[in-house]
């Protein structure tokens, strides 16, 4: 049994939404008063999605973008500052394979981590001058969380009717200390998962073609399973 040595002023929790880009600033402000300083920001709010583009209306990839995107950034904008002035610091982004990839019934999610990679990326070369301050992208594979019960569907005010079975994706407690190793060490970039998403992580990388045929295949099963009330991650686990 291990026993912490953190005392109550160690801890400070704040209530955020990330799609309130106005508070932002003031709940970063808050954080740095209490402590003195932000070493870390893990980037790990956003919400996936079930549905087929044809049946999904434009208001809910608008809200995707709002979510996953705008709010990531804009928090990341208001921390950085801090980091620059300090020239040190880690920004850690949970993306998601899915920001390598492309897969059927999650198009406004795979748009939104594209788009997380894409700034990332950029960013990680505006800061140049700044060789502490570390730009991490964590990409993690099918991991147990409540996020199936959470999806966007094709309406906003529809939630998904099954959760699934969980047992075939990552335990929670290995994909956090995988992610934490990977902070730890620096890496720009880290795919967290087990095979078989993790082989198409690479062949996506290195032989698209490839990829390109293997998802046209898993994608409908992964769109059969849905229709029929099966969990689409559940499609390529077997």
Known sequence: LEISSLSESDILVLRLDLTDRSSHEAATNSVLKHFGRIDVLVNNGGRSQRSLFVDTNLDVYNAIIELNYLGTISLTKYVLNHMIQRKKGKIVTVSSVMGIMGAPLATGYCASKHALQGFFNSLRTELTDYPEISIINICPGPVQSKIIQNVFTENLAKSLETSGD?????????????TLVST????????????????????????????????NRMGKRRIQNFKSGVDADASYSR
């Open 166 to 178: 969980q047992s075939h994706k990552m335990p929670t407690d290995r994909c956090a200390r995988l």
């Open 184 to 215: 730890a060490n620096d890496l720009k970039e880290a795919w967290i998962s087990d095979h078989p998403y993790l082989a198409v992580c690479y062949l996506w990388q290195y032989a698209p073609t490839w990829a390109w045929w293997l998802m």
